[in-house]
């Protein structure tokens, strides 16, 4: 991420007793403070900008808006990995707290998923060697509905250079059969409730039932909980948010394989 500007003081506002110093001093602070650094890696002054702009009532330009995003010194690629799912994070959280509506929380994910789109056209993409390709399957399994995650994972991975098809809302046979046919290096399923990994389980013994050329499953969202028990819980290889995680592990499987 770029570097913030650096906000200095002003001798002519803190020179004299005409009490500017004090309100000169807040205001420096207050910049500074926004200007920081979360610990999820965004500026609150960019996240702020951005959780305003999704819940509007004045419309919404995802062109405008990645302009402006933009404009506080973002590249694409960081309003996509970081500042898009911490403002759906942060939709969920103001849900949660009753602080809006679901229909606010339908209109702010779908804005959302415009700027992601909209951002998506102007991402670096790494190229590789065609024979060299991986290919991904992101899933969301029947009866979860974040999909703006597996879009943002999608977005990702494509970055990366692989082939990524999308499964949306379909059921563990129509996933396992996706992927009898088009044999992918690697399976990314999205979970958001602990009861969606009985879902999650089933569909990994479909796949491991249908296919004698198993891919690399991983299982990533919004779930909280231990790794190693979901793990064990539904058979997958990894439990990770981190795109880049899963495509290093399955091309170090493939080269221990000696698989092209």
Not at 111 to 124: F, I, K, N, P
Not at 226 to 253: H, M, P, Q, Y
Request: charged share 20%; aromatic share 4%.
């Amino acid at each position: 991420m770029a570097q913030d500007d650096t906000f200095g003081t002003n001798p002519s506002l803190i020179e004299g007793g005409n009490g500017v110093e004090p309100l000169a001093t807040q205001v420096i602070s207050m910049l500074c403070e926004r200007q920081t650094v979360t610990a999820a890696g965004v500026r609150q002054i960019a996240l702020d900008y951005l959780s305003r702009a999704i819940l509007g009532k004045n419309g919404f330009d995802a062109a405008r808006a990645l302009e402006e995003m933009r404009g506080f010194r973002l590249t694409c690629d960081v309003i996509v990995d970081l500042y898009i799912p911490q403002a759906a994070m942060q939709l969920g959280d103001q849900w949660m707290c009753n602080d809006i509506t679901f229909a606010e929380v339908t209109v702010g994910a779908l804005r959302l998923q415009a700027l992601l789109g909209e951002a998506s056209g102007e991402l670096v993409w790494v190229g590789q060697v065609p024979e060299d390709t991986l290919h991904a399957l992101v899933a969301v399994p029947e009866g979860e509905q974040h999909f703006l995650g597996a879009s943002v994972v999608a977005a990702q991975l494509r970055r990366s250079g692989c082939d990524v098809s999308l499964a949306i809302s379909e059921t563990p046979t129509q996933i396992a059969a996706r992927v009898a046919v088009d044999r992918p290096d690697m399976v990314m399923m999205s979970c958001a409730r602990v009861d969606a990994l009985a879902l999650v389980e089933k569909t990994v013994k479909r796949i491991k039932s249908a296919t004698d050329q198993l891919p690399v499953l991983a299982i990533g969202g919004p779930l909280r909980g231990n790794a190693d028990a979901i793990k064990r819980k539904t058979g997958v290889d990894l439990v990770t948010n981190t795109a880049s995680e899963v495509v290093g592990f399955c091309a170090k499987r493939k080269k221990a394989l000696g698989l092209r």
